[in-house]
């Protein structure tokens, strides 16, 4: 590696570092300075004193910060490409590079190089690290421990034909209060509809599918006196009539649809892997509309977008000969907020599934950006 690539990468890294911690850090700031109140008495809880509150910080922003980076990565990436290349226009060390008979394309090559580390970085939080943390994102101060209820959203089990509602959610232990699963007319023999106190989500074992143990049923009334209710070769709603391993108030709905998916809302789609999203959406239980789709076509085109937004600004910058590094990051911002603009706007446009279809809503951008990041990059050889 060529002295003037260490010397670009430095400057690359101490910028991108700064940038990141700066905006991160204020981020941070604000948002625990309006939940403070919440924070200390968890602090309280962990024992008290600045070990307990930094504890507990620490927690809490720890996978905040990862989806926070997950947003701003392409444009930190930028920023410092940015400062880099307007430092060395500032004193005059672009200049002397440049009469020396060095291209372009030569000097930035190692920007381009980190900008792919940024982006692989990137892709590497968004795939294992952030599907890790999905249950913290999902909670915010006021129900960081997962205690209060949050409520609802009634989602059908497509593969059971079974609406799945109830009254909250209580992350901490998993558990529905009050449920109230509507069965379909075919089960109306058994019953319209099964309530309980509460519904507990238990994983897949080998002796049992993943589904709901309700626990004291109300609804039907004599549930033990009730036999289990198969569709085909399956079965669908568990009785203590025949199955040992229930409780006389209790019984079991097999299912699908797992507790995040139901408690999480958006953060499930917006913390999962790729890999987790293309199984939800070959579940038969799980009915996702359009904004999965996109979801996942953006997933797989948002490295490639990345690159052209990096391209992009580079190009601006080195066209400009702006030796005011402020003016310069001003010019490369507004690209920067027009690029985000289109990518975002269009992608809502496909969540709705009605003017454009999901895939032609996620790959519009790159039709849109790739060929003006090419461009952009021509005028790094002239």
Known sequence: MAIMDRYLLWRFLKIFVISSGSLIGLYILVDAFKDLEEFLGYAREEGGGTAGLFSVLGAYYGPRTLALFDRISPLLAVIAAIFSITLMQR????????????AKARVVRPLIVAALLVSALAVANREFLLPRF?????????????????????????????LIDGQFTFAAQQRISSPRFALPKSYRAFSRELTAENAYY????????????????????KIRTLPSVTSGN???????????????????????????????????????????LLTAIRNPSLNYGAD???????????????????????????????????LAAGQCLVAVAIFFIVVWGLEAIGNTGTLMSPAFAAWAPLMIWVPTAVLSSQRLYQ
């Not at 994102?137 to 960081?144: G, I």
């Not at 580079?314 to 402020?326: A, D, K, Q, W, Y």
């Open 292 to 326: 999965v789709k996109v979801a996942i076509h953006s997933r797989i085109l948002r490295p490639i977008l990345d690159m052209s937004l990096f391209f992009i600004g580079l190009g601006i910058v080195l066209t400009r000969h702006e030796r005011n590094m402020f």
């Open 234 to 276: 399956q079965t669908i709603i568990y009785t203590p009539f025949d199955t040992p391993w229930l409780e006389p108030d209790q019984c079991f709905l097999a299912s699908n649809v797992d507790f995040e998916q139901i408690a999480a809302g958006k953060a499930w789609r917006q913390y999962s892997s790729t890999a987790s």
């Open 134 to 162: 999905q249950d913290a994102l999902s909670r915010n101060a006021q129900n960081w421990k997962g205690r209060q209820g949050q409520p609802l959203n009634p989602r059908w089990d497509a593969r059971t034909d079974i």
């Open 91 to 102: 004193s005059n060390e672009l200049t002397a590079i440049l009469a020396a008979g060095v």
């Open 202 to 221: 238990k994983p897949p074992t080998a002796e049992r599918p993943g589904g709901y143990l309700l626990q004291d049923v109300e609804q039907p009334a």
